[in-house]
């Protein structure tokens, strides 16, 4: 199976993310950049997607506050830039007051565990005759700051190194194959490898700033990649200069049970798998070779594991598999 056969057709989406890119006249980035002084504003929006599902089916709407706002923070770490303020968009077919607490629960709670980030404003939307009955958008929108001198990412070259921290599971990516290939076979409850799919399928979109904002700050960080739709390629195309390419090796990678069950029960290609999921890291790092023992130890410290993905090569992007 492909993410095509769930709905998702990923060459459209690239297609149709070329007509904005030439409206915005900004190089793809994670999050647009503003001049400010001696700043740069960076903005940011995004929504949790069809993980939305899963979390109705469960009763468990915390989980979509919080993996709104990490979402959104990973996508300023790219540029730099520290979290200022937030706004939210809830939208459903019938609005559950209940469950619109539970989401603002989740979103406070991920606002104070990033850097006690503002909650500027939102806005609530009820659609019947948009949204099937009992189902859910949300979306974040999120503006962070950064010097100027200080915007990622930057003098990324041959020979530096690629750093891998690892994921909690599908963060926000890839559920409508995920669905598609479970949902019809499990529920929720039933357990696999001695958990349930619940919380296989409900992992929080994982926060990177406590740990990759520091070193930002330290000068230590040359390039930031959000893994997320699209996978590691084509996520870290977007940070490497046009004559550069990259080689890693994610065979020792210790992914998350819940991708190997996906691939194994949807007959899904390792290509495929590579396009549509995170595969267990999600976010990568373009480091001096210099700075690994600095950033070694400040990860030990925070006991935080890592992997030492590849490097920076003249030649065509491989993924060793």
Not at 161 to 166: D, F, Q, V
Not at 192 to 218: D, Q, R, W
Not at 249 to 257: F, G, N, Q, S, V
Request: aromatic content about 8%.
């Amino acid at each position: 199976m492909r993410y095509k056969d769930a709905g998702v057709d990923l060459t459209k989406a690239e297609n149709l993310s070329k007509i904005f890119k030439k409206l915005t006249r900004q190089k793809e980035r994670f999050s647009g950049i503003y001049p400010f002084k001696n700043f740069f504003l960076a903005a940011t929006c995004d929504g949790v997607g069809t993980k939305t599902q899963v979390a109705r089916m469960a009763g468990k709407f915390e989980i979509l506050g919080v993996d709104i706002v990490n979402h959104c923070v990973n996508d300023l770490l790219c540029q730099g830039a520290k979290p200022l303020f937030f706004l939210d968009y809830i939208a459903s077919s019938s609005l559950d007051i209940k469950a619109i607490e539970k989401i603002a629960n989740g979103i406070k709670r991920a606002l104070k565990e990033n850097g006690n980030i503002i909650l500027l404003g939102g806005e609530t939307a009820e659609m019947p005759d948009i949204y099937n009955k009992n189902e859910w958008d949300i979306v974040g929108f999120c503006v962070g700051i950064i010097k100027k001198s200080d915007l990622l990412p930057k003098k990324i070259k041959k020979g530096d190194i690629l750093i891998g921290l690892p994921s909690n599971g599908l963060h926000t990516n890839g559920y409508s194959l995920a669905r598609k290939v479970l949902l019809k076979k499990y529920s929720l409850k039933d357990k696999i490898a001695g958990k349930t799919l619940e919380t296989l399928l409900l992992k929080p979109h994982k926060s990177y700033f406590n740990l990759v904002y520091p070193l930002v700050e330290k000068n230590l960080i040359k390039g930031v990649a959000h893994i997320t739709g699209g996978g590691i390629e084509e996520n870290l195309k977007r940070i490497i200069p046009n004559n550069l390419g990259f080689e890693i090796d994610i065979r020792d990678i210790k992914k998350p049970l819940i991708f190997d069950i996906i691939q194994k029960e949807g007959n899904v290609p390792v290509d495929e798998m590579l396009k549509v999921f995170n595969m267990g890291i999600g976010m990568i790092a373009v480091i001096e070779p210099e700075n690994f023992n600095k950033i070694r130890e400040f990860l030990i410290k925070r006991k935080e594991s890592f992997y030492l993905l590849g490097e920076i090569i003249r030649g065509k992007n491989k993924i060793i598999v």
